[in-house]
């Protein structure tokens, strides 16, 4: 059974930092997704990894198949990225079901 | 990127009345979709597997009478939640696939039953 560690659980910055949020699973994945959702409860699509590193403005996500781990990085972090950030990935051999991670409740005060 | 939408974003609802939620893929065609709920402070949890043409895989524990699926084409699933209760209240979410691995969420819709 795949499961899915998100660290920390909750995160408060000020405005400026440097953000990561880290991710950490238990077996072999063909994709892991990192997922925004504010508190009016709507969920962006952030990034789908299979292998490396993608970038989207502020946003880094990386991903350690060896190491089964994903971490997301935000840059010069804004109170607008107060959201709760949500790691889940795809497993192998053909299963369709998405694993979710608990979430991480991320915090940027002005 | 991908565009998932869901229609309402939010509904109240009387309780023994049904509600239509519906899920589409703006910019791609999906074979498969899925419905999630989530209840507050707690993850996603999936409901159903949607393939266009077919019936719901449902999980387990989830009436298959209770929440009426359709895949009617390749853009467009709906969830309905027949005689609503309070208890359905609940935040549902949609993701449609593209290809092998690639899934993009909707941006989900509240359900209160009141």
């Known amino acids: 059974k795949n499961e899915v560690e998100q660290s920390p659980q909750n995160l408060t910055a000020q405005e400026g930092e440097f953000i990561t949020i880290n991710c950490s699973y238990s077996?072999?994945?063909?994709?892991l997704h990192w997922l925004q959702q504010h508190p009016g409860g709507g969920i962006v699509s952030l990034f789908m990894?299979?292998?490396g590193k993608k970038k989207h403005g502020r946003l880094i996500a990386t991903i350690n198949i060896q190491e089964k781990h994903s971490s997301l990085h935000i840059t010069a972090s804004h109170p607008r990225d107060s959201a709760v950030y949500i790691c889940?990935?795809?497993?192998?051999?053909?299963?369709?079901?998405?694993?979710f991670g608990k979430g991480t409740k991320l915090t940027v005060n002005p | 990127g991908a565009v998932v939408s869901q229609h309402p974003s939010w509904v109240i609802c009387k309780s023994g009345t049904s509600v239509k939620i519906e899920c589409r893929s703006l910019?791609?065609?999906?074979?498969?979709m899925f419905w999630y709920r989530q209840f507050p402070k707690q993850s996603l949890m999936l409901m159903a597997t949607?393939?266009?043409?077919?019936?719901?895989?449902?999980e387990q524990g989830v009436e298959k009478d209770k929440f009426l699926i359709n895949h009617a084409s390749l853009t467009l699933s709906t969830l309905t939640v027949t005689s609503a209760h309070p208890e359905d209240s609940s935040f549902y979410i949609c993701s449609a696939q593209r290809g092998v691995i690639e899934q993009y969420f909707g941006p989900g819709t509240r359900l209160t039953v009141t």
């Open positions: 949607s393939n266009e043409g077919s019936k719901a895989t449902y």
């Open positions: 990894l299979s292998s």
């Open positions: 910019d791609f065609q999906a074979t498969t």
């Open positions: 077996v072999g994945i063909s994709a």
């Open positions: 889940a990935v795809l497993g192998e051999g053909g299963s369709e079901k998405l694993v």
